[in-house]
């Protein structure tokens, strides 16, 4: 199984909103990954997971909030977004290491905040 | 600095034609760079990846060159199809930051049939 399964695939929220996206993989991958990606842009690297614990932050505001409950769950709670936060949210995972680079997308979730 | 610059920034070639996509860098602190594919609402998936030590890496139609001493890298995709019709982005990991990658800003590339 080389899936990487993302929910919700599409989530409208309101600026005062609480809300989580969840990804999820089964491939042994011991790395996570949350990017961003606006339209006709490369992704942009938010967070990275390395054996369960937070190896890097690119400075992401603290409205982003994210969760590595375990080596297989990355969530990213979302809370007071503001519009230009709107974007496609992808997950991705790979294994630690030397291998890193052989990171595996899932299809994003579509964020639209209002 | 830690940029991948990447042209062009759309291309269309003729079904049957080689696409190429070029990449350059300019610092030596990457080690290895992938290629990835992505489609109109997929998230992006590792296409071929090479190390700065091979010259040239070749899987079905997809080749890529690397120059060094150039620090400049291709990707040539031969006897192009309309199924390779997507946006390209060549990518370079941070050496000694396993888990970071830099993306390039993407080629959108149409083949037409």
């Known amino acids: 199984d080389t899936e990487v399964t993302q929910t919700p695939k599409h989530l409208v929220m309101g600026m005062t909103n609480k809300k989580s996206l969840k990804c999820e993989q089964h491939?042994?991958?011991?790395?996570m990954y949350w990017y961003k990606q606006k339209a006709k842009k490369p992704p942009e690297l938010m967070f990275v997971y390395s054996y369960e614990k937070l190896s890097i932050n690119e400075s992401v505001p603290s409205r982003f909030s994210p969760e590595c409950p375990n080596s297989s769950l990355l969530n990213l709670h979302l809370h007071a977004l503001q519009p230009e936060d709107s974007a496609l949210y992808l997950c991705?995972?790979?294994?630690?290491?030397?291998?890193?680079?052989?990171?595996?997308f899932g299809p994003g979730t579509r964020l639209t905040v209002t | 600095q830690q940029q991948v610059k990447q042209s062009p920034q759309s291309l269309i070639v003729q079904k049957g034609g080689i696409s190429i996509i070029n990449c350059a860098y300019e610092n030596t602190a990457f080690d290895y760079f992938p290629w990835y594919q992505q489609f109109p609402g997929k998230g992006p998936a590792l296409l071929i990846a090479?190390?700065?030590?091979?010259s040239e890496k070749k899987e079905g139609r997809f080749t890529i060159s690397f120059n060094k001493s150039a620090k400049q890298f291709s990707l040539h995709i031969m006897d192009s199809q309309p199924g390779d019709s997507a946006t390209y982005f060549c990518a370079a990991r941070v050496r000694n930051r396993d888990d970071k990658i830099i993306f390039g800003k993407g080629t959108r590339l149409h083949i037409l049939p």
């Open positions: 491939m042994g991958h011991r790395a």
């Open positions: 991705a995972s790979s294994q630690a290491g030397e291998l890193a680079y052989e990171q595996y």
């Open positions: 090479i190390r700065p030590d091979v």
